[in-house]
């Protein structure tokens, strides 16, 4: 299966759209409970569309353009479990796209293939927690956005304000639907440091983006006399660092020790096998760099839930993309490629299913 995706034909990722449907579709055609997530995001849909004002007769602090989408999903489809999850599975095919293309344009790999939107595309089918539609997941899609944006950047110098700008407008959209997103924009900054030689007028540039989006709507806030509540329910909940805990951290540990495990394997093949030109290496540095920042995201997120660890998806992709494709022997890069398939099919499978590993967050 890996070599059919090392080649370099776009049709490869028409065939990770299919994949992805059929790792999914058991649980899409299943009849189960509702998360607790999940249903909280299909109340916030309903009650909008019964004619409640968000953070007022909504008291939730869910970001505005996430309330948006649900409202959105509830007028079409109602309280629908099925639509979540096929938006969802859009949505990452979409991400595949994106995420495959970057490293594609930036040539992070000595290789050009179509592994990294296949891996990407397992990884976030991984847990039935990552199947539906959730506020991490939109904001991810403009988080990978912006990462485009800055390893062009990082590869060109490139002198155009344009990319910048969209940089920071990107992250400020993503925390328009997960706030917790904002905090990449202190990333973006620190690579821009540590990785260009950015003039301090486009460090302004990229801030002037990334509070754009929320300024826009403070100003709709401000201007339905909503902009007090918006404050509190959106912008205040993340100072004050209290946690819902829907799992334990050892559940999040086990739940993840799949690939977990693959990802310590690859930075000990990478730090024996790979020979990275400079520009490579600064990429990987970057990577790194925001796979701390996913941990900060992580901690101040407020939620202790599965589907807040598909933020650290990209950055396990990237390293352990790099591992399958350093080994000099194709059979045993196929070997160790199955292996990481079959694992990631039964555990996502089997922990919606119960038939190895019980997980029980359901809720009638």
């Known amino acids: 299966m890996l070599s059919y995706f090392r080649i370099n034909d776009p049709y490869r990722l028409v065939i990770i759209f299919f994949l992805l449907l059929a790792l999914r579709l058991p649980v899409i055609l299943s009849d189960s409970g509702l998360t607790a997530p999940e249903l909280s995001h299909m109340l916030v849909g309903e009650k909008l569309n019964s004619g409640a004002s968000l953070y007022e007769g909504v008291w939730d602090n869910i970001a505005p353009l996430s309330a948006l989408v649900y409202a959105v999903i509830d007028f079409f489809f109602g309280r629908s479990q099925q639509a979540y999850q096929v938006i969802s599975l859009f949505l990452v095919a979409f991400q595949c796209l994106i995420f495959n293309k970057l490293l594609l344009d930036s040539k992070a790999y000595n290789e050009n293939n179509y592994v990294p939107g296949l891996v990407y595309g397992l990884l976030m089918s991984f847990f039935f927690d990552f199947f539906t539609l959730t506020p991490v997941l939109m904001g991810l899609t403009f988080l990978l956005l912006a990462i485009d944006n800055l ?24 925390s328009l639907f997960y706030l917790p997103y904002i ?4 990333a973006v900054i620190i690579c821009f440091m540590l990785f260009t030689g950015t003039v301090a007028r486009r460090y302004l540039l990229m801030i002037f983006g990334l509070v ?10 401000l201007l339905q006399h909503r902009l007090t509540v918006f404050i509190y329910n959106y912008l205040n909940p993340i100072w004050q660092f209290q946690t819902d805990n829907y799992v334990s951290l050892l559940e999040i540990l086990i739940i993840f020790s799949v690939p977990l495990s693959f990802f310590i394997f690859s930075l000990f093949r990478i730090s024996q096998r790979a020979r990275f030109n400079n520009y490579q290496g600064r990429l990987a540095q970057v990577m790194f760099l ?14 202790l839930a599965p589907n807040i660890m598909m933020i650290f998806v990209p950055y396990l992709s990237f390293f352990i993309v790099h591992a399958f494709l350093l080994f000099h022997r194709r059979w045993i890069a196929e070997i160790v490629f199955t292996l990481f398939v079959v694992a990631t099919v039964l555990f996502s499978l089997g922990a919606y ?10 809720v009638k």
Do not use: M
């Open 151 to 174: 390893f062009n950047h990082i590869e060109f110098r490139a002198k155009e304000d344009e990319k910048i700008l969209n940089i920071g407008i990107y992250l400020g959209v993503a």
């Open 183 to 186: 905090i990449f924009g202190i």
């Open 212 to 221: 754009l989006p929320l300024l826009l709507t403070s100003c709709y806030f």
């Open 290 to 303: 925001w796979l701390i920042f996913s941990v900060l995201f992580a901690l101040v997120s407020g939620e």
């Open 353 to 362: 299913f119960d038939f190895f590993f019980y997980f029980q967050v359901h």
